[in-house]
């Protein structure tokens, strides 16, 4: 079975700064996807970026992007210029192609984006 | 394109009463999942359909709980004579068919409480 492990339960960054969230999975499929999710106050969850396990290349999306070490099953998130709005819970999620389409999520970052 | 929608948002039964919850994927979708999230906790994959036919139900607790998603209507998640470990939110997410399938959008969630 698959694991999807998030070791930072909080973490703090100011408004404009520069913030990591870390993420590390195991499986031993060599076909996958990876997420990351974001859950603000409203509860609502909402995608952030998704990662092809075959691409070399790391996503990114405007100030959000990725750094995926496939050989370390590392997935990370970096939230660039932070925002206020950014303030929320941090998912990282995991899915095999080869089976149903289930996500696996870890047990989430709380980050809080200060002024 | 209206978003994944889930109704009620809240729901409050007392213990041995049924809750049903409703989900109403985007348009084009295909596909539908249930996760569940306890207090503090990540999401949990619950249970996969696709219209009429039950997918993957392997994160279904063995008793009390049910999903359907019928060739009309909602998909709905029902929960027979909830106890209090039942209080949860209850997320529904979709996907469309064919290659963007990986990708789930969540609905806003259904909190239930179970007094």
């Known amino acids: 079975a698959q694991t999807v492990t998030q070791s930072q339960p909080e973490m703090s960054v100011q408004e404009a700064e520069t913030v990591t969230l870390s993420c590390t999975y195991d499986?031993?499929?060599?076909?996958?996807?990876l997420f990351w999710y974001k859950q603000p106050p409203s509860r609502q969850m909402i995608l952030v970026i998704r990662?092809?396990?075959?691409?070399?290349q790391n996503a990114t999306e405007n100030r959000f992007s990725v750094n995926f070490q496939k050989a370390a099953k590392s997935f990370s998130l970096k939230i660039s210029d932070s925002q206020l709005g950014d303030t929320a819970m941090y998912f990282c999620?995991?899915?095999?192609?080869?089976?149903?389409?289930?996500?696996?999520f870890g047990t989430g970052t709380r980050l809080q984006v200060t002024l | 394109n209206a978003g994944v929608m889930q109704n009620p948002r809240h729901l409050v039964r007392r213990r041995g009463q049924e809750a049903r919850l409703r989900c109403s994927p985007m348009?084009?979708?295909?596909?539908v999942y249930w996760y569940r999230q306890l207090p503090e906790e990540g999401l949990k994959f619950m249970v996969y359909?696709?219209?009429?036919?039950?997918?993957?139900e392997s994160g279904m607790p063995k008793e009390r709980f049910s999903a359907e998603f019928p060739k009309e209507g909602p998909s709905i998640l029902r929960i027979q004579q909830v106890v209090r470990g039942d209080s949860a939110a209850y997320f529904c997410?979709?996907?469309?068919?064919?290659?963007?399938?990986?990708?789930?959008?969540f609905g806003p969630g259904t909190r239930l409480l179970v007094l």
């Open positions: 990662q092809e396990a075959y691409k070399q």
């Open positions: 359909l696709q219209k009429e036919n039950i997918i993957d």
């Open positions: 999620a995991f899915m095999n192609t080869g089976t149903a389409s289930k996500l696996t």
């Open positions: 499986t031993s499929e060599n076909n996958y996807y």
């Open positions: 348009k084009g979708h295909s596909h």
């Open positions: 997410a979709s996907s469309p068919p064919g290659t963007q399938q990986e990708t789930q959008y």
